[in-house]
């Protein structure tokens, strides 16, 4: 059995809900306290065991490329300035042996067009896909959860999380079949994106997903939907007709940092432990 060891990071997004901050940065680079969003992402990643991360990205996003790339004139200064506490924050020892590669995406449409611009470097292997606005606290992580998940039942594996009715217009929301014991995991039935009424249930998918390379094979010719954008959802709705489909309800703290609320409520719940460090 293959172990998973790509993980797909789609970056391209405007951020336009924090404007004028992510005028000139990405939002992916803005700072829990002292650690930008997108280094949570890929440190919840690499502890799972990913090796290779591949970023989806495009010509605004330089600086995520710039961050996890080695700043030797900074790390000199800091060097001979006695600060090597410092150097080990900005060239982690668990960021050594990663790989990380870049894809731009020329225009924006869609997660879904955004993961199929990773085929060529996933070729044939199921891999995992991280949604940096959504910030989930736990240990194990959330991906990690589902890697064994997908490890213990071999097929796609999709986070999911309850939401209340009046927010499932901002998810892809999925039915399940009941399990016949108790358990984290189900079966799909159907998934369909941000319906704005008549969700199959309260189940919505978060951003975090392990997935069979087969999803190319949806992904291609699929044409554009809610928000005129290509849509991951409707690929995986394709391909629940071929294959069994797994939701997961993960464990852990999830804070929506695509939106400002959430993303104060991070800072704020991360706050203690950071300025305790
Ligand atoms: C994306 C997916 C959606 C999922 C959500 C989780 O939407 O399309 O199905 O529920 O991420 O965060 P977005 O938030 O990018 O609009």
Redesign the pocket.
């Known amino acids: 059995m293959k172990k998973i060891t790509k993980a797909v990071f789609p970056v391209a997004?405007l951020g336009t809900r924090f404007l004028p901050a992510t005028k000139a940065i990405p939002k992916e680079m803005l700072p829990i306290i002292d650690k930008p969003l997108i280094e949570y992402a890929v440190e919840e990643a690499v502890n799972a065991g990913i090796t290779e991360i591949i970023f989806i990205t495009s010509h605004t996003k330089r600086a995520i490329e710039d961050h996890f790339d080695q700043n030797f004139e900074l790390e000199e200064k800091l060097i001979n300035s006695g600060k090597k506490d410092f150097v080990d924050k900005i060239n982690r020892d668990i960021f050594q042996n990663i790989k990380f590669t870049y894809v731009r995406q020329k225009s924006q449409n869609g997660?879904g067009d955004a993961i199929l611009h990773s085929e060529h470097l996933i070729q044939d292997e199921s891999f995992a896909i991280i949604?940096a606005?959504?910030l989930i606290i736990n240990n194990p992580s959330c991906i990690s959860q589902l890697i064994s998940a997908y490890d213990e039942n071999q097929c796609s594996i999709i986070g999911l999380n309850e939401v209340p009715e009046h927010e499932t217009d901002?998810?892809?929301m999925v039915s399940v079949e009941e399990p016949s014991s108790p358990s984290n995991s189900f079966l799909l039935k159907d998934i369909i994106?941000?319906p704005k009424s008549n969700a199959p249930s309260n189940l919505?998918?978060?951003?975090r997903y392990v997935l069979s390379s087969k999803i190319f094979k949806y992904l291609k010719n699929l044409k554009p939907s809610i928000g005129d954008e290509v849509?991951?959802?409707d690929a995986i709705k394709l391909m629940l007709y071929d294959e069994n489909v797994m939701g997961y309800m993960y464990e852990g703290k999830k804070f929506?940092c695509?939106s400002r609320h959430g993303y104060v409520n991070a800072i704020q719940y991360l706050a203690k432990e950071i300025l305790n460090d």
Not at 204 to 207: C, I, T
């Open positions: 997004g997660l949604l606005d959504d901002k998810y892809g994106e941000k919505a998918v978060v951003g849509q991951l959802t929506d695509g």
